[in-house]
């Protein structure tokens, strides 16, 4: 390999993040937006283990606030598996799948070598995925989605150029760069479907590590 071909692939690295942390900033905003949510988390937090506890305390003191009242509040039973579980499970699958479609977004959109066949792609994934999830769509929704999504690809930058340059070429040019289009964008989708899955898999990873760590140490 070439010294400069070496410099190109070190800094591809450097800049490259990990699925476990776009999941993770992904489940943090979307459960920062509400502030239910926080109050769940802290009060889950002050009736779990007591260097949560303390941790929790001291953070909240060194901003000026006292929570003395709000912990002799928390009488309850200590902070078990399943509660932990059902609290984060919900915003790490949220991540999951937020981080795959930014993906999809960056790969397609995104790229220095943005191209028509792409913007087709980008922005079926996101339609199909918005109208049926991981469900095959029907032949009526199917069409639909096609609609949308070419009709927002064809009045793209980029897509409007390639499109009338097809649409001056003929319309049996058109047809047939669409009906490869279709193909490929299908079989994008179900790659997508399996990059979501594996990015679930990691958010159930992330999970389990979390109430390892968490009741692990409560034990000891």
């Known amino acids: 390999m070439s010294r400069n071909a070496n410099i190109k692939e070190r800094k591809r690295h450097r800049g490259s993040v ?17 502030k239910s949510v926080i109050n769940h988390a802290l009060q889950l937090a002050l009736r779990g283990p007591e260097y949560i506890r303390d941790g929790i305390k001291t953070l ?6 006292n929570i003395n009242a709000l912990i002799n509040d928390q009488s309850g039973p200590p902070t078990s598996q399943l509660e932990v579980r059902e ?36 922005f079926y994934i996101g339609t199909r995925y918005a109208f049926v999830r991981e469900r095959k769509p029907t032949k009526e929704e199917s069409k639909r989605i096609w609609e949308i999504a070419l009709w927002i690809a064809k009045n793209s930058k980029v897509g409007a150029i390639h499109w009338k340059q097809l649409e001056l070429r003929g319309q ?11 193909e490929n964008a299908r079989k994008r989708f179900e790659t997508f479907l399996r990059q979501k ?21 409560k034990r000891k």
């Not at 990990?18 to 979307?30: E, Q, V």
């Not at 919900?90 to 959109?109: C, H, M, N, V, W």
């Not at 899955?197 to 140490?217: G, M, N, P, T």
Request: net charge negative; with cysteine; aromatic share 8%.
């Open 18 to 34: 990990s699925i476990d942390s776009t999941i993770l900033l992904f489940s943090l905003l979307n459960a920062c937006l509400d």
């Open 60 to 65: 909240l003191e060194n901003q000026g606030l």
């Open 87 to 122: 609290f984060v499970e919900p915003f790490l699958r949220k991540g999951a799948e937020i981080s795959t479609l930014a993906q999809i977004a960056d790969i397609y959109l995104f790229a220095k070598d943005a191209t028509a066949e792409n913007v087709v792609y980008a």
């Open 172 to 182: 049996v040019h058109l047809n047939d760069w669409l009906n490869v289009m279709k």
């Open 197 to 217: 899955e594996r990015a679930s898999r990691a958010s159930d990873a992330s999970l389990e590590a979390l109430l390892s760590a968490v009741f692990d140490v």
